[in-house]
């Protein structure tokens, strides 16, 4: 669930810098390599054609088999972490499965990536087909395609510390808004983290969400700022110096997101970089958020090679 406090953008103005939005669209772009927007485009439109990949269905086993075999193919090592949870219609059992990946897993000191991999059931806000179908491609398939390019740099970074990318399920297990719960999978993470401690610890944390749109624009989150400041700052920082004016280091919405149980739970300072404004602050009556237009169109591979820049430059930067 992402939640936006301000009903109205005057009042979200009172609240935030003046400072003039950045247009981002057309700006040219060529990433670092090995990292290439072309291919992680492909990985986004990739995982929409699944179709639903809700919690549960063969939507989701389909990515689930399609993930593990590509960071497989990279290197990395693939793990599930499985538990059951009551499904919000039937009642029913359905089985949850975090994905994990693991680069040098021997590793004691570790940072984590995430992204949640599952898509809403219906898409519920959409103005004419609330149980039409919802494909995420912002809000699911950009993260993870985030995380799948990502990949083809990790195996051979040269970094004194292990990497685990984590792909939550059940991040908005939601059919109807007053019947379910969100962040099952980030949740149950954070509480085995701290009930069965592993034999490594978790120095810091980065979660992905919605940083495909075309018009990218990504500013700090309230959580963010108040749990892990000092990581907020430094990752922004990093944008700053690689000349990316789509990150702006100022507080703009308060946002509920699986960074959420990693801080209150895990106490693992974790920061969420997201783009809220789908497709901008300005276009509210138009927001792609949760409708059948949350589509390939909208995003951009430019838009999530800049991220995965960003991510990997702060990586290189661990000691």
Not at 194 to 199: D, G, S
Not at 222 to 240: G, H, M, N, T
Request: contains cysteine.
């Amino acid at each position: 669930m992402l939640w936006r406090p301000w009903d109205n953008l005057s009042q979200r103005n009172q609240l935030t810098a003046t400072d003039p939005i950045t247009p981002t669209v057309g700006r040219q772009w060529t990433p670092p390599p090995p990292l290439n927007s072309g291919r992680a485009m492909k990985y986004l439109e990739q995982l929409c054609a699944i179709g639903s990949r809700t919690t549960g269905t063969a939507g989701m086993l389909k990515q689930q088999e399609l993930l593990k075999q590509h960071f497989e193919s990279l290197g990395g090592t693939v793990v599930f972490q499985s538990f059951q949870h009551r499904h919000p219609l039937t009642g029913q059992p359905v089985e949850i499965k975090n994905l994990i990946v693991q680069w040098h897993p021997d590793r004691k000191e570790r940072v984590l990536l995430c992204s949640h991999y599952d898509t809403r059931p219906f898409p519920d806000r959409d103005p004419k087909n609330r149980r039409g179908l919802f494909v995420g491609a912002n809000d699911g398939a950009s993260s993870t395609a985030a995380l799948m390019e990502l990949g083809h740099a990790i195996r051979d970074l040269d970094i004194p510390i292990g990497v685990d990318f984590v792909f939550f399920d059940a991040e908005e297990l939601v059919f109807v808004e007053q019947n379910g719960e969100y962040f099952i999978g980030s949740t149950y993470f954070a509480q085995q983290y701290v009930e069965e401690a592993p034999p490594y610890r978790y120095r810091a944390g980065i979660l992905l969400d919605m940083i495909g749109d075309k018009d990218l624009q990504l500013y700090y989150d309230e959580a963010s700022f108040k749990y892990a400041p000092q990581l907020a700052r430094e990752v922004w920082d990093i944008a700053k110096g690689m000349g990316l004016k789509e990150f702006t280091p100022r507080v703009v919405h308060s946002i509920r997101d699986d960074h959420l149980p990693l801080n209150e739970i895990a106490r693992i300072p974790t920061i969420d970089i997201i783009d809220f404004d789908y497709p901008t602050a300005a276009s509210r009556t138009r927001s792609y958020w949760h409708t059948t237009a949350d589509t390939p169109d909208k995003c951009s591979g430019d838009s999530i090679t800049k991220v995965v820049a960003v991510v990997l430059e702060w990586l290189k930067r661990q000691k």
